[in-house]
């Protein structure tokens, strides 16, 4: 069974981790769906730090993830989504009870996953920036 899940997974946390800890009790294969730049369509996002081969070579190291393919408008998500064709997609909490993100309805089945463990990359890099001044 695959499942997708979608970000730019810029620096991987324990947060990350965690996340990707869950997705395998689903499913067998992970296939991330990587934002080459999300500041790009969203100037409030931060520019990812690290290179798009970094971060690939980066998630492919991680247990269960078996593909990563990138994109970089939201039409091309949708249609890396329709051509997958997933059994499973793997949303953050924060979208339960929403319908206007890219490719809903075209993934028989939806996991919401928490995401209580208090990490984000913004946190991240801003622990890494206080802890070198």
């Known amino acids: ?6 970000g730019n997974f810029d620096v991987i946390h324990p947060g990350y981790v965690q996340m990707f800890n ?11 769906l990587l934002h080459i730049d999300p500041s790009l369509d969203r100037p409030e ?3 990812p ?4 081969e970094d971060r ?3 998630l492919l190291a991680l247990k269960g993830i078996t ?9 091309q998500l949708l249609k890396l989504i329709i051509d997958i064709n997933p059994e499973i997609r793997f949303l953050g909490e924060d979208y339960i009870n929403r319908t206007n993100y890219t490719g809903h ?9 928490n995401r209580n463990h208090g990490w984000s990359t913004t946190k991240f890099k801003k622990l890494i920036a206080n802890s070198i001044k």
Request: hydrophobic share 45%; charged share 20%; proline share 2%.
């Open 105 to 113: 309805g075209l993934a028989p089945k939806i996991i919401f996953l």
């Open 22 to 32: 869950d997705m395998n009790k689903h499913v067998q294969e992970i296939h991330v």
């Open 67 to 75: 593909n990563v393919s990138t994109y970089n408008s939201e039409k």
């Open 49 to 52: 730090l690290l290179s798009v």
């Open 1 to 6: 069974m695959t499942g997708i899940v979608a």
């Open 45 to 47: 996002k931060i520019k």
């Open 56 to 58: 690939t070579m980066t």
